[in-house]
């Protein structure tokens, strides 16, 4: 079984020599600790939301929500990331609600009968997070005008800075990205709202990893995390540091969705 290794959350072409360069940064941590047959490079073309968590698996990252769904049971968290971005605070992030820069729109209130683009319905930013936040507002009706899934929250920033849909919510560090490498997309937009945090995007490995294994996997992220060595690595990806595992309770957006569904707004509409 060939071990795969992959980054797919903040993925933009603009991004792979960045990504590519962490990656290094654990392979030769992972080499120091004495680990054979680490994926020379990354597997650029892995979706967000894969279909699952294959068991060779070595490392990639997992949204927190689905990763208690659709993912429960394939994956073990070896690390999270503390990014320095706004809107995060310590191994934590929030989405954000993003409209066009010249929209009359000031609060989530306003986004009522609006047009808006969601990523999936298995994402914790693009979905369940602002499902939280509207169902304050709902009073269990619909909210929007209409909606629609477009698997792609880099494209939905797009959709919004062209005026092809009035509002869309994004993880926070994704707009941080695209305000880094996107500035002449990112400058027609702007951040109406952050929504409720939750920890932070984690690093993962299967849970088939053996657990010496993993427990090198999570020494080498926690090395790669505050190394001075690595301080370009990290710099490329807007990483402070990585925190350990046992920091981070990944129950908590489905707290976010029991609460929503308790408010009469279990689905996004």
């Known amino acids: 079984m060939t071990p795969r290794a992959s980054l797919p959350m903040y993925n933009l072409p603009e991004m792979q020599a960045d990504n590519f360069a962490f990656w290094q940064a654990i392979r030769t941590e992972l080499h120091s600790l004495g680990v054979p047959d680490i994926p020379e490079t990354l597997e650029f073309d ?148 952050p929504t409720v945090s939750t920890p932070a995007i984690p690093f993962v490995t299967a849970s088939a990893t053996p657990p010496e294994l993993r427990a090198k996997l999570i020494a080498a992220l926690a090395n790669v995390g505050r190394s001075p060595e690595w301080a370009a690595a990290r710099g490329g990806l807007m990483l402070a540091s990585i925190a350990a595992p046992y920091t981070a309770d990944y129950s908590i957006p489905g707290r976010y969705a029991d609460e929503a569904a308790r408010r009469g707004y279990p689905v996004l509409h």
């Not at 298995?122 to 507002?137: F, K, V, Y």
Request: one cysteine or more; glycine letters at 8%.
């Open 46 to 193: 892995r979706k967000p939301v894969p279909a699952e968590i294959e068991p060779a698996t070595l490392f990639t990252q997992v949204c927190g929500w689905p990763l208690q769904t659709i993912y429960a049971g394939q994956a073990s968290v070896i690390g999270v990331p503390v990014y320095d971005a706004p809107f995060c605070a310590g191994p934590t992030h929030a989405g954000v609600f993003i409209v066009h820069r010249d929209s009359s729109m000031r609060e989530i209130a306003d986004l009522a009968g609006c047009h808006f683009v969601f990523n999936s319905v298995h994402s914790n930013s693009g979905m369940n997070l602002p499902r939280r936040m509207i169902a304050d507002l709902a009073g269990g009706e619909r909210f929007f005008a209409s909606i629609a899934e477009t698997h792609s929250q880099p494209g939905n920033l797009e959709r919004v800075a062209r005026g092809e849909a009035e509002a869309t919510c994004v993880d926070c560090v994704t707009f941080a990205f695209f305000a880094r490498h996107r500035p002449h997309l990112a400058e027609r937009l702007r951040v109406l709202a």
